[in-house]
Each structure stands twice: as C-alpha cells, then as structure tokens.
C-alpha cells in the first residue's frame, strides 16, 4: 500500500486507481517568511520539504497577492496551499510508479530540453542541478501520460484514411530544384558595389556565351566551383526566398538575373525540376496514424 504522511494535523483518506494514500494535513501556514525548512510531507520515505512547497507555489501566490486582498486572498491563499502540497504528493507518486514500471529518459533527452528552456528564457541556467532533476521529472511524467493515452486510443483504418484525404499536402513531398551557381561573397558591407561588378562581369560573360560551368570556374567564391558550381537537387523552402522566387519562375536551362541574399550575390541556373509529389495512403499510413494519434491524444488529455 503506498502512503504518504503529513506533518501535524488531521487525517484525510483517498484512492487514487488501487493506491491508497494517507495524508496528514497541517495547518496551512507555510507561507510565513519565518518558518524554517522542515518536512511537511513523506511519500514511500521519501521527503517533501517546506521548501519544496513554498518553490512550487511561489508564482500563484504572487498571482494571487496581486488580484485579491484581506480575508478573500487569505481563504484563497490557504486553498491554494493545500492544492500545491497535493500536486506535490501526487506528482512524487507518479514519478515512483514510473521508475517501479522503469520508465526512463535519456540524458541527451533532458539536455535537448534544457537548451530548448535557455533558447525561450535567456536567464534560464541550464546546469542547474534542481531544474535539470525538475526537468527529468517533467519528461518523466510526460512519457507515462503518453503511454497511458496511447493504451486507451484506437484508430480505424477508415478514420486514417479520411485525415490522410483530408491532409495530403500535409503528406506531399516538395518540389525539387537541381541548381548551380555563381556566388560572390563579400568581405564586408563596404565590398557588396565590387562584388555586384564582379557578378556583372561574370553575366556578360554568360550572355556572350560562354559556359556556365567556366563562369563558375573563374568568377564563383562556392567551394563548388571546381564542379561548375553545381548544387545537386535543393527542396523548395530550403533556398533564400529571393533565389526560390526567381528560380521558380525560371525553366531547366534558364539562368536568372544577379540576386542578392545575406549569404553574397548570386547568379543561379534551373538544371532540373521535380514538381510536388503526393505520396499515396500507403507509403504514408504509419505517418497518418502517428497525426491522428497525436490528435485523440490531446483531446484526450485536455478532457
């Protein structure tokens, strides 16, 4: 029987499934600033401190203390206490369970999570040794909640296969351009005028008919240019959008005008195109039942 035993007070009994959990509630004063850290929780022999507690509900009291006053906030701030305390407990129960079922994550799996938190919130440390332990946890609770949907989630065929009619461009491979280029980078901002004579110098020479392929040789800065500058197949939406709107417009063969683009100036030749192509149901059905899955699985959860 799992059981969990507060600190003074009075006793209220729960089921959680098959788990019986036994709390011994004391009264709600852990918000003094004079209180000394102390054990206000144990869940299996393992401990909850006051400290624990006042962490967690630090930014609702905050919230709180700003939106109400006097008797109203004091009745919300005791409630609200109480609710973080039973979150606390309920969420180190939950963690048991995972490691008793050996649920894991991997380290590179909290440290990708740990730089996408520095990304969001610049003053975020992420060698901190609580909040890499919190965000382990995080991680942890997330994979039963997903294992948990996932065993109560069926999915049909004829379901996958309306979303899949429904969403193919979602499914659709992008076009394809086969490219080379003449690239002229730049030193600096006040060498951009040289390199656009230079680009010009490289198109005359095109359009007096020289080929592409020695342009290239002579005038191109790209590590290509000892293959003609040739840039194999790029999928559209990986190009500067200045270049992919003119070598959209351009047919296999077709040579564009000078562009310019943060990485240099460029001149650009169409080799070769590959329109969108939509998969059939078949090659994607494992992608579409991983969607719909994803789908019920969120509503799920949020109800």
């Known amino acids: 029987m799992t059981r969990a035993i507060l600190s003074s007070g009075f006793?209220?009994?729960?089921?959680?499934?098959?788990?019986?959990?036994?709390?011994?509630?004391?009264?709600?004063?852990?918000?003094?600033a004079h209180l000394q850290d102390r054990?206000?929780?144990?869940?299996?022999?393992?401990?909850?401190?006051?400290?624990?507690?006042?962490r967690e509900f630090r930014a609702e009291q905050e919230r709180l203390s700003r939106e109400f006053r006097g008797d109203d906030l004091t009745h919300r701030l005791k409630t609200a206490e109480y609710m973080t305390l039973t979150k606390l407990i309920e969420r180190r129960l939950q963690l048991q369970e995972a490691k008793a079922t050996k649920v894991e994550v991997s380290d590179v799996e909290v440290q990708q999570a740990l730089q996408q938190m520095k990304q969001q919130d610049k003053?975020?440390?992420p060698t901190n040794p609580r909040d890499v332990r919190d965000v382990r946890d995080q991680l942890i609770l997330?994979?039963?909640?997903?294992?948990?949907?996932?065993?109560n989630v069926t999915v049909g065929d004829s379901e996958l296969k309306r979303y899949y009619q429904e969403h193919q461009e979602q499914f659709a491979l992008p076009a394809e351009y086969q490219l080379s280029q003449i690239i002229i980078k730049p030193s600096s901002a006040d060498d951009l005028a040289d390199a656009l004579a230079k680009a010009r110098r490289a198109m005359d020479d095109l359009k007096r008919g020289e080929k592409f392929e020695d342009v290239a040789l002579q005038y191109s800065d790209g590590t290509?240019?000892?293959?003609?500058?040739?840039l194999g197949f790029v999928r559209q939406g990986e190009l500067w959008p200045v270049i992919e709107q003119s070598v959209s417009r351009l047919v296999p063969g077709g040579i564009s005008d000078i562009l310019e683009s943060p990485e240099g100036?460029?001149?650009?030749?169409?080799?070769?195109?590959?329109?969108?192509?939509?998969?059939?149901?078949?090659d994607v059905r494992r992608e579409v039942q991983e969607f719909v899955?994803?789908?019920?699985?969120?509503?799920?959860?949020?109800s």
């Not at 054990?39 to 006042?54: F, T």
């Not at 290509?224 to 040739?230: A, T």
């Open 293 to 302: 899955y994803q789908q019920k699985s969120a509503d799920m959860y949020q």
């Open 142 to 151: 997330m994979r039963v909640a997903d294992q948990h949907i996932r065993g």
């Open 123 to 125: 003053s975020f440390d």
């Open 39 to 54: 054990i206000v929780a144990i869940v299996n022999a393992e401990l909850i401190m006051l400290s624990d507690v006042k």
């Open 11 to 32: 006793l209220i009994r729960f089921t959680l499934g098959l788990t019986f959990v036994t709390l011994v509630i004391w009264p709600p004063t852990f918000s003094a």
């Open 224 to 230: 290509n240019s000892l293959h003609g500058g040739r």
């Open 265 to 282: 100036v460029h001149i650009i030749r169409l080799d070769d195109k590959k329109p969108k192509q939509f998969r059939p149901y078949e």
